[in-house]
């Protein structure tokens, strides 16, 4: 069997954790109180969609950007449970989240890589650290782990290539220069941001840790990062004040692709991470948690941005 034909593993999740291709169609088409439109073609051939919410024209407009990562599937499923509340004022288990207000404006790609995505398990919910080893940076021909690198990886040469990388082996979150945009995703998710130019973009990410704010920071202005911090630790406040436990630290990284929504839109980047639900991990948490701290943060940001 190719790499290209195996299947991911499949895991029982509940209906609103929305992380493979048949959810995602189906979304997509009830998406009807959205404008849908196809933004990008992954390296792979698969399409990258958008949605985008007018609210009142004299509101911020908020990003949101899901699935920068394939082994990272809680942020695909947030950013469709804010579609869901879009529409419904509910999101996808049927809880409201009156701060994710309909007056601003939403532009939402809640599936940036959908390559990596493929390849990768729906869930790691319950699983152990054990068992995800392999799909981040992925499993080399020897059946190893394949040592963590900023590089981009030749899936000639992986038994699984890690959800890192689009099918090309391009590392997407890697792409620091805007001159030099390796990626076909890089480039969709960039023009859609120039386009549209949110005033502040949240970037979803999940890992084996506490929940963690991120502040992006290659190529961004002072006056911006300040912006970055504030906005940081408000949602570590209330955070702490609803008793949701966070990581104390907001750190910052040069590093990431992610800051680039600030070259190309004048936006103030944000990256959350959070938990996967990993059993030997400091949150140990269910889907619903994991959703809620996700619509935690874009409820943050959103009253934020509403004033
Ligand atoms: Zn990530």
Redesign the pocket.
């Known amino acids: 069997m190719t790499a290209q034909s195996r299947r991911p593993p499949r895991i029982d999740t509940p209906e609103f954790w929305p992380a493979t291709f048949d959810r995602f169609d189906e979304l997509l088409i009830g998406a009807y109180h959205c404008t849908v439109e196809h933004i990008g073609t992954s390296a792979g051939g698969r399409a990258i969609h958008s949605l985008t919410w007018r609210g009142r024209d004299d509101m911020p407009t908020l990003g949101l950007v899901g699935g920068?990562?394939g082994h990272?599937p809680p942020g695909v499923a947030a950013c469709f449970n804010v579609v869901s509340i879009l529409r419904s004022g509910r999101d996808l288990k049927g809880e409201s989240w009156p701060e994710i207000t309909p007056e601003l404006n939403y532009v939402i790609v809640p599936l940036l890589n959908p390559d990596a995505r493929a390849r990768m398990p729906n869930s790691f919910v319950g699983l152990a650290k054990q068992d995800i080893l392999h799909y981040d940076s992925g499993m080399t021909l020897e059946g190893e782990r394949r040592e963590w690198s900023d590089e981009d990886c030749d899936p000639s040469q992986m038994m699984i290539l890690g959800g890192l990388f689009n099918d090309a082996g391009n590392h997407v979150?890697r792409e620091t220069d805007p001159e030099n945009l390796r990626s076909p995703e890089i480039a969709a998710i960039m023009s859609f941001v120039a386009d549209h130019k949110p005033d502040v973009v949240l970037e979803f990410?999940?890992?084996a840790a506490l929940p963690m704010m991120i502040c992006p920071t290659n190529l961004v202005p002072e006056e911006v990062q300040t912006r970055q911090e504030q906005i940081c630790a408000g949602v570590l406040e209330r955070a702490q004040a609803e008793d949701i436990t966070f990581n104390e630290k907001v750190p910052k990284s040069e590093k990431l692709s992610t800051s680039l929504y600030y070259h190309f839109g004048g936006s103030v980047p944000i990256l959350y991470?959070s938990p996967q639900g990993v059993l030997d991990s400091p949150c140990p948490w269910t889907h619903e948690q994991i959703i809620d701290t996700c619509l935690f943060v874009v409820s943050c940001l959103a009253a934020e941005l509403s004033g």
């Open positions: 920068m990562h990272e979150n990410h999940a890992h991470e």
